[in-house]
């Protein structure tokens, strides 16, 4: 997924999938049973948690720097678009979005608001659940897209929320 990780460096950011935006404080050599391991020593401040990244799995893992300008325009054009939500069991759809948030693509992720995506007067229609992984995706991108276009997270979710509502 990530070409060159071996050229990152500390103070950088970087996106894990699973996690979403994090800094990378340094790349450290650490000793673990016995055999010695370059690690990636990531953190991540809404959590507030600090994630050792092996080097070796840095790639199979999908760590990535964070998207460029193309990656959000992307994204941008996939919230443009219209897309109905699946009909279907919702626990079956709920694990996709999930699956789809935690790929680390910005567009997989962008699918999920566009699918989710309810106008403020239609919100009540929305499950706590639907909610909950809405939140999670908008807060996923608007997170990146605040680093790629040097903005705060309220501006990201502002133009995030005016693409989804030109489409509504």
Known sequence: MMSG?????????????????GRLESVEMQQVAGCELKVLVITFDKTRMTLRVPMAKAKTSGLRRLGSKEDMERAFATLARRIRAKK??????AQEYELKINSGDLTCVAEV???????????????????????SALERLCAEIALIESIDEDAAAARVEEALAQVA
């Open 5 to 21: 990780v071996e050229a990152l460096s500390g103070g950088e950011f970087v996106v894990y999938p699973t996690h979403g935006v």
């Open 88 to 93: 279907g069991v919702w626990a079956r759809r």
């Open 113 to 135: 608001l566009s699918e989710l995506y309810r106008a403020k007067d239609d919100r009540g229609e929305q499950s706590y659940s639907e909610r909950q992984i809405y939140r």
